[in-house]
């Protein structure tokens, strides 16, 4: 098999409709940062970006796919936006902000100079407070995935000052902020356009939508009453490309200027192209699996301890990603969160395979056991490669079960599935990896399916969420969470995924985040521009 993998990826190189042009490490990585530093920065041209999917909606309430959020992001606004490591929080419609003393309130300071983009039912109005209780109460009571929750109301203090009211303390509030979902718009478009608003989204960002050619691409132009620094560029074009092969073919051809969701060979074929570059680092996105903590042989911590330690973890993540994009985890809390310490990645139990059969000797199950795991069917690679070492490492006879999302889904939250391969994505916040995966109160969600429950850990987990807003006292609180959490060892944490995109050589200012944003203009220093 793996002489035809290599004939394979051999005859995708000789066949590939470009010649391809070897090229030393140092070039093909080269940033377009570093590209930037050597150019001053020109004004004009279209950016061409390649999407993976087809946007359904741009209504902030309604969308559900990342996808869609890369187009809502420059052609709306947040309160707050990250800075570009997503380490901390910058301004951007609100110029400061300050939390009540019981944590139950936020005061924010609005921009008096930002107005909406000209549309059918306004005419480019100046924003206000108003605007910022409308979009922010409408996503906190009907935002098809909760994009704002714990939320009770929004309170005008001023023509420009809003007060965000919470019946209890969340120091999540913040991160939420920044999602596009939570952008602000003129109650006059919602109305006007009513259930059509998400195919003519008007916000306050540096792009306005143009037109709209549904399965083909979103045109949007600049704004030339954008509060923030004036985009360089002209105009963006989404394309959607489905193919992933497409996609690579549109970049290299000069179809699209930015290509999205690289993959597999194709990130080789961008490497060996000195003409493009691939964008690649550790993302807020992790792969792991889940052991019941509640009913058959993993309910025992000790079953679980010798599971962990018969999996070879890193022969699982070499297998699967034979091309790159993904690195090992070490803890249930991705890399790039601020609440990540290189000292959480001792705490990964080592691959010992004498270890764990001792372990599993001293319980009932010491000859081994069948048992079921439940995947989707992009994660089979994972599923085979940990059945074939649980056979051969504890006579541990596993069934995979493929299956698809809402099977699944029903299945791990209600506590029935023994095993099940998941991916966790979310903001930077620890809270939304730990406090959704590990809490209790989290029991019968799709996050803590599995059941695990230990009162220290939620002691400190709610701790963390209620009693300071500080990101160093915060993190502290976490890590101590994560050592008591791997102690009890209810998962066992797979891979840490990139996060990808190539360019040309011609695009100038952009990188990729670790959330897989598409930022062209952003309040945190970010103005792409094209070099041609």
């Not at 950016?47 to 559900?64: Q, W």
């Not at 005008?156 to 920044?178: C, D, Q, R, Y």
């Amino acid at each position: 098999m793996k002489k035809f993998k290599q004939y394979l990826f051999i005859l995708v190189l000789i066949t590939a409709v470009f010649a391809i042009s070897a090229c030393s490490s140092s070039d093909s990585k080269k940033g377009s940062d570093g590209q930037a530093a050597n150019n001053e920065p020109k004004s004009g041209g279209t950016l061409n970006v390649g999407l993976s999917s087809n946007p359904n909606t741009l209504d902030p309430i309604k969308y559900t796919g990342a996808y869609e959020s890369q187009i809502m992001r420059s052609i709306g606004n947040t309160l707050i936006v990250y800075n570009k490591d997503l380490s901390d929080f910058k301004p951007s419609l609100a110029t400061e902000w300050k939390a009540s003393d019981d944590l139950k309130s936020y005061t924010f300071k609005l921009r008096e100079d930002v107005y909406f983009q000209p549309g059918k039912y306004q005419d480019g109005r100046q924003m206000t407070a108003e605007d910022v209780k409308y979009s922010l109460e409408r996503s906190a009571k009907e935002s098809a995935l909760s994009r704002l929750s714990g939320v009770d109301s929004v309170e005008v203090t001023g023509k420009f000052e809003v007060t965000i009211h919470m019946p209890k303390p969340n120091a999540s509030l913040l991160a939420m902020l920044t999602d596009p979902g939570n952008i602000i718009i003129p109650k006059e478009e919602v109305d006007g356009w009513g259930d059509q608003f998400g195919a003519h989204l008007v916000g306050t960002g540096p792009f306005q939508l143009k037109d709209w050619q549904t399965d083909q691409k979103v045109n949007l132009v600049r704004n030339d009453k954008y509060w923030g620094e004036k985009p360089y560029l002209d105009g963006v074009t989404f394309k959607i490309i489905k193919d992933p092969n497409m996609m690579t073919n549109a970049l290299r051809s000069g179809d699209v200027d930015i290509a999205t969701d690289i993959k597999g060979q194709n990130r080789k074929v961008i490497e060996t192209d000195k003409n493009l570059t691939l964008l690649s680092k550790p993302g807020l996105s992790l792969t792991y699996l889940d052991l019941n903590n509640m009913s058959g042989p993993t309910a025992d911590p000790k079953v679980r301890e010798a599971i962990y330690k018969a999996t070879n973890v890193e022969e699982i993540v070499k297998g699967v990603s034979q091309w790159g994009g993904a690195s090992v985890s070490y803890a249930p809390l991705p890399k790039e969160s601020w609440g990540y310490s290189k000292d959480l990645e001792k705490l990964k139990p080592q691959y010992d395979p004498k270890e764990a059969k001792k372990l599993l000797a001293e319980t009932k199950y010491a000859k081994g056991f069948k048992t079921e795991l439940y995947v989707l069917e992009s994660r089979v690679p994972y599923a085979t490669i940990f059945q074939n070492q649980m056979k051969e490492n504890l006579n541990i006879d596993v069934d995979v079960k493929v299956t698809e999302w809402g099977t699944l889904s029903e299945l791990a939250a209600k506590g029935n599935a023994p095993m099940y391969i998941g991916g966790w994505s979310w903001y930077p916040d620890p809270y939304f990896f730990l406090n959704k995966t590990f809490h209790s109160d989290q029991i019968g969600s799709l996050g803590n399916g599995k059941g695990y429950k230990n009162p220290e850990v939620d002691a400190l987990l709610n701790k963390a969420l209620t009693e300071t807003v500080d990101q160093k006292e915060r993190a502290a609180l976490y890590q101590e969470a994560i050592k008591l959490i791997m102690k009890d060892y209810p998962r066992i944490e797979f891979d840490n995924l990139d996060q990808t995109a190539a360019i040309s050589q011609n695009v100038q200012g952009f990188d990729i985040p670790a959330d897989g944003s598409i930022n062209i203009v952003n309040p945190n220093g970010t103005n792409v521009w094209l070099n041609k």
